[in-house]
Nanobody, 123 residues
């Protein structure tokens, strides 16, 4: 079972970037999925989550109205659209999936993790 994130890169402040995360080895279409991020020397923090059917989403205030999480269950993929990027959004972004069936976006418990993808926002 793997979650593979992609789409990270170097962008300028104010730019947009879309991350993708595809699951392999099993279907995650019945599981809530989410994104976290971690800066060097800091704890991993929650960024976004989406319920199993895509109808519920959750964000912290730091990214609300700038980031949008969505999913395509037919492709076993979750996306994170990041707009109006700020310097403080620089981090390694991790995709995660809940092991609970038919879970909503919140509370979100990450049971599966994938390797991260680096997002660097420059001035």
């Amino acid at each position: 079972v793997q979650l593979q994130a992609s789409g990270g890169g170097l962008v300028q402040a104010g730019d947009s970037l879309r991350l993708s995360c595809v699951g392999t080895g099993r279907s995650f279409s019945k599981n809530a999925m989410g994104w976290f991020r971690q800066e060097p020397g800091k704890e991993r923090e929650f960024v976004a989550a989406v319920g199993w059917d895509g109808t519920s989403t959750a964000y912290p205030d730091s990214v609300k109205d700038r980031f949008t999480i969505s999913r395509d269950n037919a492709k076993n993929t979750v996306y994170l659209q990041m707009d109006s990027l700020k310097l403080e959004d620089t981090a390694v972004y991790y995709c995660a999936a809940s092991g609970e069936m038919y879970g909503r976006s919140w509370p979100f418990r990450a049971d599966y993790w994938g390797p991260g993808t680096l997002v660097t926002v420059s001035s």
